[in-house]
Nanobody, 112 residues
């Protein structure tokens, strides 16, 4: 069955970086648009970044220039490199595919 497993979250100070990974199984990621969304406490879900099967990327205005989404089709993996992190980036980050599947999420916390 389809499974998406996120990892790489943690606690970092403002200005530092995190790299999130998403391991997919049960389908071939190269065929689908993949992406990340996040949910912060008390806020609505926000689409952070997406990447099409041809490699076209799209970012939320709040992360553009700081976050980079990438994919390794040979490994069925999707990544989110998050640089210059801010406290407002604190959220649970979820990997998803365009078929409506998503993982259990990984917590990213930005705090002194």
């Amino acid at each position: 069955q389809v499974q998406l497993v996120e990892s790489g979250g943690g606690l970092v100070q403002p200005g530092r970086s995190l790299r999130l990974s998403c391991a997919a199984s049960g389908f071939t990621t190269s065929l689908y648009t993949m992406g990340w969304f996040r949910r912060a406490p008390g806020k609505q879900r926000e689409l952070v970044a997406s990447i099409t099967n041809s490699g076209t990327t799209n970012y939320a205005a709040s992360v553009k220039g700081r976050f980079t989404i990438s994919r390794d089709n040979a490994k069925n993996m999707v990544y989110l490199q998050m640089n210059s992190l801010k406290p407002e980036d604190t959220a649970v980050y979820y990997c998803y595919n365009c078929q409506g599947d998503w993982g259990q999420g990984t917590q990213g916390t930005v705090s002194l």
